[in-house]
């Protein structure tokens, strides 16, 4: 299972490809997204406007990034153009966001790799995940990262992936609904969707749909 099966590094974000090969499994590249921005960070020495100073260490804002008046950024970001970060978001450490992506109001996002056009909408908390082009996150959706045993992360049914920690990885254009929860380990394929307030784990291949049937019961 390879990462281009699920997505294709944008040409925004070509400076880190060195450290996410596309023949490696997807999962692979959460564990090299730190080194990818210390590199980056070494070889690209800049100086900040003042307003960027409010931020942590090592981080890049791109050019027309929209910020806030109260956000926080902690160490080793990396902000590509034209993106939108909204009122209230949390960017934690080692986290690369490409470009014209939004991270909508009261959204955590921790040592994660979004690419270009991805959309964190509102109340969403994206952990150790890689999200393809085009992806998007309703309001309230949840990437789960850690399990309750903090034991290894195993994808569905035998995979072992090696990390105590591993959210999501969301291929080109996958969705998440509303209030949607994704287990720890869990893989959207390309146009791959998850219905509003579904809880899903495991692997849900390239062009499919998961819902949860709900039954309603009215009495007076």
């Known amino acids: 299972m390879q990462a281009d099966t699920f997505f294709s590094l944008p040409e925004s974000l070509s400076i880190f490809a060195h ?8 999962w692979e590249w959460i564990q090299y997204i730190e080194q990818a921005l210390i590199a980056y960070q070494e070889t690209h020495k800049e ?11 090592n981080v890049h804002i791109g050019k027309n990034v929209i910020l ?11 902000i590509g153009d034209y993106t939108e970060i909204r009122s209230g978001a949390l960017i934690r450490k080692n986290v690369i966001i490409g470009e014209h992506c939004l991270i909508g109001n009261s959204c955590e996002v921790k040592n994660a790799l979004l690419m ?3 959309q ?3 109340f969403n908390y994206v952990g150790d995940s890689i999200l393809g082009n085009y992806a998007h996150l309703s309001a309230g959706a949840i990437l789960s990262n850690l399990r309750f045993d903090r ?15 591993f959210g999501a990885i969301l291929g080109d254009h996958a969705q998440v609904g509303c209030n949607a929860v994704l287990l720890p380990g869990t893989l959207l394929g390309k146009n791959a969707i998850v219905s509003v307030g579904t809880i899903f784990g495991g692997i ?11 039954e309603l019961v009215v009495k007076n």
């Not at 849900?204 to 709900?214: C, D, G, I, K, P």
């Open 19 to 26: 450290f996410f090969p596309h023949e490696a499994a997807p």
């Open 47 to 57: 100086k900040r406007p003042f307003w960027q100073r409010r931020s942590g260490k």
């Open 68 to 78: 806030p008046r109260v956000c926080t950024i902690e160490d080793n970001v990396y």
């Open 116 to 118: 270009d056009h991805v």
């Open 120 to 122: 964190v909408a509102h």
């Open 151 to 165: 034991q290894e992360v195993i994808i569905k049914p035998n995979t072992h992936t090696e990390l105590r920690k």
């Open 204 to 214: 849900l291949m390239e062009n499919q749909t998961v819902y949860a049937r709900q």
